[in-house]
């Protein structure tokens, strides 16, 4: 399995966002994405994960606590508070639900360290 870089996360985030704004459809944004070296299923995970942290949403599967960040970081900046508040809510209920299958401890400060923007 490769691994994950920088630029496969930054690529999903762009893609990302234009699946979460309904200017791409996330099969051929995960194809797009799969051209840097990601494998197109876990571009399709990460992808998924934007589009739902965008839009406020749970998503299921799991991605690294480095694109977490990276991702918060750039909603928070292209969205404002409003856009973390929407994306702190989504990773929570990503966290709930994950809490069932597996530690997620990494994520988890990841989240605190963003929710303390909040407040």
Do not use: P, W
Not at 53 to 74: D, K
């Amino acid at each position: 399995m490769a691994k994950i870089t920088l630029e496969n996360i930054y690529d999903c985030y762009a893609y990302g966002k234009r699946v979460a704004e309904g200017e791409l459809e996330i099969g051929t944004a995960a194809m797009k994405v799969a051209r840097t070296g990601m494998g197109e299923g876990s571009a399709k995970i990460y992808l998924r994960c934007v589009r739902s942290l965008i839009l406020g949403e749970r998503y299921t599967g799991t991605v690294n606590e480095t694109a977490i960040s990276r991702f918060l970081t750039n909603i928070f900046s292209d969205y404002g508070m409003d856009g973390l508040r929407k994306a702190l809510k989504s990773l929570e209920m990503h966290l709930e639900y994950q809490d069932m299958y597996q530690n997620l401890s990494a994520i988890k400060k990841v989240y605190e360290e963003f929710y303390e923007i909040l407040n």
